[in-house]
């Protein structure tokens, strides 16, 4: 039927001859001529081939052109397909209208002018490749147009996946973006910027509800990082806090990038939120457990200098025994603790490790027996030191000096006091000692000052029987229980305050480790001071403020766990200097004394006379003190 670049013209007529000469009329149109003598015909040629023009003749027998091409226009395909009428007759007007309505587009009469008819022909057959042309370009089009839309919305699905991962690693790392035009003011904020500020949706970002929310302390710096960023561009991270509607304070850290317009000025900035509150709290943590190592070291040393300073030996042999012994006692504690990770000892171990030098396997020379507690550490020092002490003497001249001596060493929990039983038996003849000696004082002064209990001496004549007792809320590690208002008038006896001018400064010494505090009574009697203490806690150190005059004071920052500030607060109320000794360092003081001296453990006797004379001059009768440190 015709090469591609052609189109099909159909011919109906039931006359050859007229086939012909339409025929021989068109051919100089070079397209495919298709003949068809009847309706049938023609209806056939319809269903083979794509036809461009239609020539149907009018009068036809069987169907007319009319009804022929009625039925043509009834077909999807051909409802516009040119179609000429060609007839013989005069058509009326009312025909021409009637073939009109079916879809005609001209008349064509007989004798047909053959210039006219091919003009009409290739007119529509012009206009159908036109609109072939439009149609394919417009299927082209639309088949791009798809194409494109696919990959948009496939990339538009790409976006949407990135963003919720992007969303999704924001959140999960407590991540916010955020985006401020700064030409329209316009702040976007993603949920994860929300979620961190505690806000909802109703929430409008902007300069004045975004300060509301930051905290009152960084505010102003953190408008300056966000001043220089609007005016130079740069980037920017900054870390402030931020409080949310709740009340919770959150720590943020805040990355941000400017987009600059061709004159170099920031336009857009953009960045993103970080919640490092866990972080901050993870370096406080830490921040706070090197402190409490570097305290309890300087603690411990302290304990070990007052060990160095007090041991009292005939020779050098027997004074490093003495050393070693104590500083290995303190070590086994150490040990212990370390095991729990400074949680507490258990008492049975502790006992255990103090003993076990002393048992003999052929006789059971020393007995042990006791429910388990847990000491909290600074008991447990305390009471290896005094375990020590107990056992040493026993050594020496109680009933471990003896082949046949035997030590019984048990404890109880009663409803509020842990309660140690120490009884030698078969030992040398034992009587009440004239004065104490060392051990004896680190007993009573570490029993009773610094864990608020009760230590008793029988000196009987099998051996010496000891008890001593503690609040069992000090053993839980809690201070729940009212520390005793006075110290027992025998410990006073028992550990009498050393020597001192009639005349002297008179100071407050408020510390609770016994042996630091020894060492340091003894340091500030040397120093020409007369010592009242020293008190073990808040509460003895507070009635002592309140009740009596004194000249200054040296107070220890931490009191089995009680801040020494109300002491500090009712000196300063009264016009008296002191100084806070403590095991840590001046950021860990109360910004309100900052202007404090302070000594850290272990102390010397070099600073502490340096700064007591800070305070005043050397004491004399007929000076005045000066001036009490400003708080």
Not at 325 to 330: D, E, M, P
Not at 403 to 416: A, I, S, Y
Request: include cysteine; charge should be negative; hydrophobic fraction near 40%.
């Amino acid at each position: 039927m015709g090469g591609p670049d052609k189109v099909n013209i159909l011919l109906v007529d039931d006359q050859p001859g007229k086939l012909l000469s339409y025929e021989a009329i068109l051919g100089e149109l070079d397209e495919n001529l298709i003949k068809a003598n009847s309706a049938r015909e023609a209806l056939e040629c319809l269903l083979k081939a794509e036809i461009a023009v239609i020539l149907l003749d009018v009068s036809m027998p069987e169907l007319d052109g009319f009804q022929l091409a009625q039925m043509i226009r009834e077909h999807p395909r051909y409802q516009k397909t040119a179609i000429i009428f060609i007839s013989a007759i005069q058509v009326e007007d009312v025909d021409q209208l009637r073939g009109y309505d079916i879809g005609a587009v001209d008349y064509v009469p007989v004798p047909v002018v053959p210039a006219v008819l091919r003009a009409k022909v290739r007119i529509f057959v012009d206009l159908y490749r036109k609109t072939h042309e439009l149609e394919r370009l417009n299927r082209e089009l639309e088949s791009r147009v798809a194409q494109r839309t696919a990959e948009l919305e496939a990339s538009t699905e790409r976006l949407r996946q990135s963003e919720e991962r992007r969303s999704l690693a924001l959140a999960a790392g407590q991540m916010g973006s955020w985006d401020i035009n700064l030409l329209t003011a316009e702040h976007n904020w993603d949920d994860g910027q929300y979620q961190i500020f505690g806000v909802d949706r109703s929430f409008r970002p902007g300069p004045a509800t975004f300060r509301e929310l930051v905290h009152p302390d960084d505010r102003e710096r953190q408008s300056a990082v966000w001043s220089r960023m609007v005016e130079d561009g740069h980037s920017m991270q900054a870390e402030f806090r931020v409080v949310r509607p709740s009340g919770e304070v959150r720590w943020c850290l805040i990355s941000a990038a400017a987009t600059l317009s061709v004159e170099g000025r920031p336009i857009r900035i953009s960045g993103v939120t970080l919640d490092i509150t866990e972080r901050k709290e993870a370096e406080q943590r830490q921040a706070l457990l090197a402190r409490e190592v570097d305290h309890r070291a300087r603690n411990t040393l302290a304990v070990v200098q007052s060990i160095l300073r007090l041991t009292r030996a005939d020779s050098v042999s027997e004074l490093v025994s003495a050393l070693d012994g104590r500083v290995q006692a303190l070590a086994r504690a150490h040990t212990l603790l370390s095991n729990t990770r400074w949680q507490g000892a258990d008492l049975t171990r502790l006992v255990a490790e103090e003993m076990d030098p002393y048992r003999d396997a052929e006789a059971a020379r020393v007995e042990t027996n006791g429910p388990t507690v847990l000491l909290r550490p600074s008991m447990a020092q305390a009471f290896a030191l005094v375990l020590h002490e107990l056992a040493t003497n026993a050594a020496k001249y109680g009933a471990l000096s003896a082949l046949g001596g035997r030590v019984k060493v048990t404890w109880q929990l009663q409803p509020e006091r842990l309660v140690i039983d120490w009884t030698e038996t078969g030992g040398p003849p034992t009587a009440t000692p004239t004065k104490n000696g060392f051990g004896t004082r680190v007993v009573i002064a570490t029993i009773e000052r610094e864990l608020g209990g009760e230590a008793t001496f029988e000196w009987r004549a099998t051996g010496l029987h000891c008890v001593l007792s503690v609040p069992r809320t000090d053993v839980l590690g809690q201070r729940t229980g009212t520390p005793r208002a006075t110290v027992s008038s025998r410990l006073a006896r028992v550990d009498p305050p050393a020597s001192s001018p009639v005349d002297a400064r008179r100071v407050l010494l408020v510390e609770d480790e016994a042996l630091v505090a020894i060492m340091m009574r003894d340091m500030l009697t040397e120093l020409g001071f007369h010592v009242v203490g020293p008190m073990s806690n808040t509460t003895l150190a507070l009635a002592a403020a309140r009740q009596a005059d004194f000249d200054c004071a040296i107070l220890d920052l931490n009191l089995g766990g009680e801040i020494s500030y109300p002491v500090a607060d009712e000196l300063s109320a009264r016009g008296v200097p002191y100084i806070f000794v403590t095991g840590y360092d001046k950021e860990g003081l109360d910004k309100r004394y900052e202007a404090v001296p302070l000594l850290q453990k272990p102390v010397d006797e070099g600073s502490l006379r340096a700064v007591m004379e800070a305070f005043f001059s050397p004491p004399s009768r007929d000076e005045a003190p000066k001036t009490a440190a400003a708080v």
